[in-house]
């Protein structure tokens, strides 16, 4: 068998493990009981790894807020000390089969949702999404209400949502909901807006038999009433979940990561295991929701790009005209960028598919060689982090070339040398 | 002021208030307690007048049904017998401010929805939907089972839908949810799945606070997770108060009605007041889900095509390619049929955005004069009931042109003789 054979094969192989993974919801925890390695004085970032002293602005002040929140530290300087003398270690939610949301933040007593993959078996994490307010820790928000905010949901809403989820029989198919939720315009990273709203129909009955105090129960209605992306948490540990399952398959070229820390852009390749290759941050093309601009933008950041990877997000960007006329004022850019990505991906997910394109599955497996053949790079969906912190808007970024580039000579020499 | 000048101006007013028309769900009541005329032996149809003798059978089994509920008899024989001589009547729905779903069944003891029109004043009424069930009493089904559910809907449902609104602030918003909904893949006739997710998100917090049983809670919640269509009739009170605040406008030729009732189509015209104009119930081309086909299915039924007359469903289409993909295979019909029914609207209505079509309202106002010009019928989105009574799948109408025709020419002699 040839060499291209044999990559053609792995690739199918990679896809495959993406596209049968059986993902489900199977339960709520503190990150410390559950996340492979996590300790106590371990922050987990969102992106490729970096230093806090390099970290952006927004970022910076995640790490700082969860070590506060943990009772690590009272000041920044007691922060850049600890991190300098290894006494608080930073390292990427990516090598915790764990994903974060922007900054990523993940510490040891906040609650996480437990994905498993009931396929090949492996667990993904994400934090229960945070809240609906513009100031979040995980955009670098640090304030009174946002730390009173994650003690609620790491009591109330965690409780609620592990007591409804015991009732349901303790394990939620996250891809049935994403399936129907590609049919009523969400893409499941800028927009959740149908899989929040179906989550909610799936999930209240359940909650409702459970002996939860009432106020837990208000408490959850009430926030999923106001959260609209509060599923893309539940998405997020999904896509881990799948394409870890994809990892580490001899000869594939498939991109089984792309994350982001503000600074730099990372990814890694399944053949390549867990080596990251990264490139400069990009910058977010869209809407800002208020007074500010593209010089308030900090650049590209988060792990949520974990939707794209697995086939959702910019790849499934048809299933959400709303979403592009939003950003672009363009309806049919959604479309567009749909078919811009079916060039650089192996194949399509027929669980996925995106009712305007007949019911064409949405495009899954990024190859890093289409990549580089045609020169276009994988579209994300995001949000927008103002530079100081707070979220501020919505838009399309593009993964660096760079960090594709670097991928397959890596590859090229690994092939060489086996 | 020339008469085509004059009826142009009365479209306008005609279109600006289906478009102006604030219409909020107020209330959850037994049909004699709020239906304008509504009596004990009183029963309400879907579709111009008929007597029980020329009813289809299915809607012939769901006034029976009724009368059974109701007590007023315990046969079809007696049912022969007392709508001949006048001691039960039947009226068309539409002539008390109320519409009905398929058969359109509505009797004094059964709750309806109170929809009210805050811009014009007027009130509408249309049943709390029934079942996710093939079997319902408004489709033609009597059986135990029904009428244990038409009981469960009486109590349970109807005391959580009434103390939920109450704890909401007493007036829900329709069109708000609608507008959202649109942007779902709804087009809010045969799919309401976003609008009733929704609603379950908007709702659940209040029904949460209020005082209700536990059991009513979950009744609901259960209720809402298992009826996708839930929204639906909540959707057709409300085309029902948006439509019934254009008619009586002197020169308006704009459709303010259309009706079925399985034999006969009825539409009313806003200059022409109350006066039906029929033709031949139309066959359905659409998707059968079990076994059975055209040759079992009857005629087209039901005052939902208020939904059309409002600017949604069929007009709506575009807004619901997986709609048209299950119908015919094909999700650009979808945007097809929106087209085609552009061309016999007056307007289009700047709430109702379709996103694909770059948020370009939906076509909302038939014109009798366009649909004579163009040939075209309005296509009206429906669910297909089985002869013998019970739900049997999904497909497109038309509305028959005959209809139209007496209409112009009605409205051709009051312009003479005026």
Chains 1, 2 share one sequence.
């Not at 609620?152 to 891809?175: C, H, P, Q, T, Y």
């Not at 499941?188 to 009955?205: K, Q, W």
């Not at 929701?289 to 697995?310: R, Y």
């Not at 672009?328 to 960028?337: P, R, W």
Request: with cysteine; charged share 20%; glycine share 10%.
């Amino acid at each position: 068998m040839g060499l291209k054979e044999k990559i053609n094969e792995a690739n199918q192989e990679a896809v495959n493990r993406i596209i049968n993974s059986k993902v489900v919801w199977v339960d709520v925890k503190p990150a410390i009981e559950v996340i492979p390695g996590m300790e106590k004085n371990l922050i987990l970032h969102a992106g490729p790894p970096i230093t806090f002293k390099r970290m952006c602005r927004p970022q910076k002040n995640a790490m700082l807020g969860a070590a506060m929140y943990e009772g690590l530290v009272t000041s920044e300087e007691e922060m850049d000390e600890l991190c300098a003398s290894g006494k608080i270690r930073l390292e990427p939610c990516h090598d915790h089969s764990t994903v974060g949301s922007m900054c990523g933040v993940t510490s040891a007593s906040i609650n996480v949702l437990v994905v498993k993959n009931e396929t090949y078996g492996n667990f993904s994490y994400c934090t229960v999404y945070e809240s609906y307010e513009r100031d979040r820790l995980l955009v670098g928000s640090i304030s009174d209400a946002v730390f009173e905010n994650l003690r609620w949901l790491n009591s109330n809403v965690a409780e609620g949502l592990r007591a409804g989820l015991k009732e349901f029989g303790g394990a939620m198919d996250i891809k049935n909901i994403i399936a129907r939720a590609l049919a009523m315009g969400d893409e499941l990273h800028s927009r959740n807006f149908a899989a929040t709203a179906l989550f909610g129909l799936e999930f209240m009955p359940f909650l409702l038999r459970s002996s939860v105090d009432n106020q837990i129960k208000q408490d959850i209605a009430d926030f999923l009433q106001r959260t609209e992306q509060f599923f893309l948490h539940h998405v997020m540990a999904a896509g881990k979940a799948m394409t870890d399952a994809a990892k580490n398959i001899e000869y594939s070229t498939i991109v089984t990561a792309i994350a982001r820390n503000g600074v730099g852009v990372g990814i890694k390749v399944s053949a390549l295991g867990e080596q990251w290759f990264t490139g400069p941050a990009g910058e977010i093309m869209g809407l800002f929701f208020g007074t500010e601009g593209p010089e308030d933008a900090q650049g590209d950041l988060g792990d949520s790009a974990i939707a794209e990877t697995a086939g959702l997000g910019g790849m499934a960007h048809a299933a959400s005209p709303s979403l592009a006329l939003i950003k672009t004022g363009n309806a049919n850019d959604a479309i567009a960028i749909t078919e811009e990505m079916r060039k650089i991906c192996f194949s399509q997910n027929p669980n996925f598919g995106i009712p305007i394109q007949n019911g064409a599955g949405a495009p899954v497996g990024i190859d890093i060689r289409k990549v580089m053949d045609t020169g276009i790079t994988p579209i994300i969906d995001t949000g927008i982090a103002h530079k100081q912190g707070g979220i501020i808007g919505v838009g399309n970024a593009r993964a660096p070339k760079e960090a594709f580039k670097k991928a397959l000579e890596a590859f090229g020499e690994m092939v060489k040398s086996s």
